[in-house]
């Protein structure tokens, strides 16, 4: 008894001693250096001590042999409903893990990416299965380390503000959580969540999301006023959670970042900055938020690298603390000897058409980005900058899309002479209707919660 209280304390010492930033390592690019690159960039040039993948690629499982750096693989969408047979589980635990752990050193297998967003009614159905398949199959294999979570976006909740009003949606709470929470609480297991203030953003008052001073949201129930949006998701998680029985369950957060630049004016290197700055230092405060205080959650940022291929709107592509040569985006506080990143004015300009450049030449502009691979729906009918309808507008739009997504080289906004370089941002205006849909469901259902 006194040993495993003093091993307890210890463990609770030791947790709250380290920091506890992580990076999601995605892959969806055709530029990015080798995993045993990145592995020792990590180790070397970063206080980062884990990682977290979306999938479970062996090369860079055995790039992280030994490097010091904690794995999380992800289990796809479309793996769950044949991971709930107890041979394919098997298998997959003596395919995916076995070869490499514990050299290299896994801490959870993410069953499902955000799974009730994005996964179909089968997927969804097979997920507690699944999970507990793949959990038993561990210790068929004698593995007893590695725990079995699930990532969700806070679109699980029906309401997310005030947190004590927070439930998880009708249908989902007693047939999916309830069981889930059940099997992580069983487990020892924390619920990956991935709270985005990014997604909740409201211009009236950005502090709010970016950890900055404001008047902040007073939740009546409890009496508590927050200060920021980070702390109220994962309150209203809790309160989900303790509202089916399972307010003890651990909660980690698997995504949370902010996009650099994009179409509107929440990206900016500056707010990308201060989220990803004021977020670390808030979660290694160790203050937890107002219902789980004294706490360090272990957060993962999204994302280590720019992904050039990912699709959708510009954003989506600029979520990277890193280009992929390591060159930082911006200086979060991660890198280590207190290094800066090489070049402070990065990002912070745009590239727009000047006054006397043609309409000819404009739509000669639009034509070659368009037909370059840069998704030019945004500025076709139905989307979210074709107005103002006219060709200096588009051209604006396209001409920026090409110099971002390019790699901001002073020569990718020439355009034949027709292109220059401002840092006044152009408030390049677009409805923000079509941004990535789903995604989109979350900001609508924040922002009518403010407006209300
Ligand atoms: C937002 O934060 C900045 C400091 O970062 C402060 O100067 C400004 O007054 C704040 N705005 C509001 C509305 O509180």
């Excluded at 793996?79 to 995916?96: C, F, M, N, Q, Y």
Aim: net charge positive.
């Amino acid at each position: 008894m006194a040993t495993s209280l003093l091993f307890s304390l210890l463990l609770l010492y030791l947790s709250a001693a380290g920091d506890a930033i992580g990076v999601n390592y995605g892959t969806l690019a055709n530029n990015l250096p080798a995993p045993e690159a990145v592995a020792n960039f990590l180790k070397t040039q970063t206080t980062v001590d884990r990682v977290k993948i979306f999938d479970a690629n062996p090369d860079i499982l055995r790039a992280f042999a030994d490097s010091g750096i904690v794995v999380t693989v992800t289990v796809g969408n479309g793996e769950i409903v044949g991971l709930t047979d107890p041979k394919v589980a098997r298998r997959w635990v003596s395919d995916h893990i076995k070869p490499f752990h514990p050299r290299t050193r896994i801490n959870y297998i993410a069953v499902g990416n955000e799974v009730l967003h994005w996964g179909d009614k089968f997927q969804v159905a097979k997920l507690v299965p699944a999970m507990k398949s793949l959990h038993h199959a561990l210790l068929l294999e004698g593995i007893k380390d590695i725990k079995v979570t699930s990532p969700h976006s806070l679109g699980i909740l029906s309401v997310s503000e005030p947190p004590s009003a927070a439930r998880f949606r009708r249908g989902y709470d007693k047939a999916i959580f309830a069981p889930m929470l059940k099997f992580l609480t069983e487990t020892n297991a924390p619920l990956m969540v991935n709270p985005y203030p990014y997604f909740g953003y409201n211009p009236k008052n950005p502090n709010y999301s970016l950890f900055k001073p404001n008047r902040g949201i007073h939740d009546p129930a409890t009496g508590i006023t927050y200060t920021n949006m980070f702390d109220q998701l994962l309150d209203a998680v809790h309160i989900a959670a303790k509202s089916v029985g399972y307010g003890g369950v651990d909660l980690v957060v698997g995504e949370t970042g902010w996009a650099s630049a994009c179409e509107w004016e929440v990206c900016s290197i500056q707010n990308a900055m201060d989220y990803n700055s004021n977020l670390i230092k808030h979660v290694n405060s160790g203050k937890g938020t107002p219902l789980m205080p004294n706490r360090k959650f272990e957060t993962y940022l999204f994302a280590l690298f720019n992904e050039n291929l990912k699709p959708g709107p510009l954003g989506e592509r600029n979520w990277g603390l890193f280009q992929p040569d390591f060159t930082p985006v911006y200086d979060v506080g991660i890198l280590r000897n207190g290094q800066k990143p090489g070049s402070g004015s990065w990002g912070k300009k745009w590239c727009v058409p000047k006054l006397e450049a043609s309409s000819q030449a404009l739509q000669a502009n639009i034509d070659y980005v368009c037909s370059s691979g840069v998704d030019c729906k945004p500025i076709q009918p139905g989307g979210p900058c074709f107005e103002p309808n006219d060709v200096r507008s588009h051209a604006s739009f396209v001409m920026n899309s090409f110099y971002q997504i390019n790699g901001r080289h002073d020569y990718n906004c020439d355009f034949a002479k027709t292109g220059v370089l401002t840092t006044a941002n152009p408030n390049l205006v677009c409805k923000r209707a079509s941004e990535d849909q789903k995604r989109v469901l979350i900001v609508v259902r924040l922002k009518a919660s403010w407006e209300n």
